[in-house]
């Protein structure tokens, strides 16, 4: 499985969220990597996946990125539970 995680996991962290989420993002321009935006799910143009924790006050912090979905979710699947955690990408 390929990553990029941007936070260190622990428990402080994790208190901050209330949720995950899947998304999938495309690169605005194909040289630089840093240039992306989300996108829908079915784009055919994806070019990763990220996991998303949903902050309580509102917002959201990117966890860690993904070449694929499967990827997205494996790992998220090892996130400390949340009550409601969405599967289906968005």
């Not at 949720?19 to 605005?28: K, S, W």
């Not at 996946?49 to 912090?61: A, I, K, R």
């Amino acid at each position: 499985m390929s990553a990029y995680i941007f936070i260190k996991p622990t428990d402080e962290i994790f208190q901050k969220f209330d949720n995950y989420e899947i998304g999938a993002c495309i690169l605005l321009n194909p040289s630089d990597p840093t240039q992306f935006d989300r996108c829908d799910a079915d784009d055919p143009d994806i070019a990763f996946w990220s996991v998303y924790g949903h902050l309580q006050t509102g917002g959201l912090e990117c966890i860690s990125d993904h070449e694929t979905f499967e990827e997205a979710r494996e790992f998220m699947e090892t996130l400390p539970p949340m009550p409601l955690t969405p599967i289906t990408p968005f």
